[in-house]
């Protein structure tokens, strides 16, 4: 096999490595074959090339909010490795391997505004499609005009409404679509006010968020409370807390995780090296040597505890690969 995908893509393919190595959490076996994609057209042909031999494939992107399995992943990982982008106007032209943050100190320097709430934000701007990531009540479904995508075994572009965006989630996520490239249209405008709202956001990540230890983000959706039903007299009592209070935390139609994990006592929970942080209780932290087994009877227990007191069932927003 390893042969024939060198016939296909040259001698850099690798095999056996460490995908622990890749992303985020520090957590994960190695991949059988393993190969790094520089250009859109690099991308392409190794599916293609995967499809073609029958083997399992999984695109890597910047690796945050991803839980790989201790074994490993048994096919071809791609590594998104195509990051350059252009600025024309105020449109943005960018590979789905740049990185979120370079794109966004590029746009703010070039005087274009529309997107500080991704200040902070982990991973690449593929990824950031494919689930649809946002913060302070925005998503990529707000700037992005379309999307240069593989599937079906052709290209194709995709416009924002054909991408069928939800709370965290694209129709690339729950299909076999490969985002190659985006289109964003942010404003032109002063930046100063984005500049600060930036450097606010990233300040308050840094305050509130476990970025000494490696994790995946938040390992669970907020719950959203406009397509989940929520008994509130019941979320309320279980909680111990006030209806005041309650409205407060779910004024922008969020339930948040970590409200839930910090009334219930769960933050700084433990399985082996994995832990419920004690800095946000929406993030699992690698500890030491944390394993993906570890990690998952952590989720397992916590999704178990909530649904038992409060009668919701959580979905995790971290993907699982090689289980």
Same mark, same amino acid.
Do not use: M
């Given at each position: 096999m390893i042969d024939k995908l060198r016939q296909s893509l040259g001698e850099q393919v690798k095999e056996n490595e460490i995908l622990a190595n890749y992303v985020? #959490?520090?957590?994960?076996?190695p991949a059988r074959y393993f190969y790094a994609a520089k250009t859109k057209a690099d991308l392409v042909k190794a599916i293609a090339a995967a499809q073609e031999l029958k083997l399992d494939y999984f695109i890597l992107g910047g690796g945050s909010n991803l839980l790989v399995s201790d074994q490993g992943f048994n096919g071809l990982v791609i590594k998104q490795d195509n990051i350059d982008f252009k600025i024309d106007g105020t449109t /943005? %032209?960018?590979?789905a391997g740049a990185l979120v943050t370079d794109v966004l100190r590029a746009t703010l320097e070039a005087?274009?505004? =529309? *997107?500080? *709430?991704?200040?902070?934000?982990?991973?690449?701007? =593929?990824?950031?499609? $494919?689930?649809?990531? =946002?913060? %302070?009540?925005q998503g990529m479904s707000n700037i992005l005009k379309s999307a240069e995508i593989y599937y079906q075994a052709k290209v194709q572009i995709y416009t924002n409404e054909q991408m =069928? #965006? +939800?709370?965290?989630? +694209?129709?690339?996520?729950?299909?076999?679509?490969?985002?190659l490239s985006v289109v964003l249209e942010l404003q032109k405008g002063d930046t100063v006010k984005d500049l600060a709202q930036v450097k606010k956001y990233e300040q %308050? $990540?840094?305050?509130t968020q476990p970025q000494d230890l490696p994790n995946a983000g938040c390992i669970f959706k907020n719950i959203d409370l406009s397509t989940v039903e929520v008994n509130k007299a019941r979320v309320i009592k279980a909680l111990d807390v006030t209806e005041a209070e309650y409205d407060e935390k779910t004024k922008f139609g969020k339930l948040p995780v970590s409200f839930i994990f910090d009334r219930l006592n769960l933050k700084g929970k433990t399985m082996g090296g994995a832990q /419920? +942080?004690?800095?946000?209780g929406a993030f699992i932290v690698n500890i030491g040597q944390a394993r993906a087994d570890q990690v998952i009877m952590l989720m397992s227990d916590l999704k178990m505890r909530v649904r038992n007191q409060l009668g919701i069932q959580l979905q995790e927003e971290v993907q699982f690969i090689g289980f």
């Open positions: 985020t #959490f520090k957590i994960g076996g /943005v %032209y960018a590979q005087g274009l505004i =529309g *997107w500080a *709430w991704a200040a902070g934000l982990p991973g690449t701007i =593929g990824g950031a499609v $494919r689930g649809n990531a =946002g913060a %302070y009540g =069928g #965006f +939800s709370y965290r989630h +694209s129709l690339a996520k729950g299909q076999p679509i490969i985002i %308050y $990540r840094s305050d /419920v +942080s004690e800095k946000h």
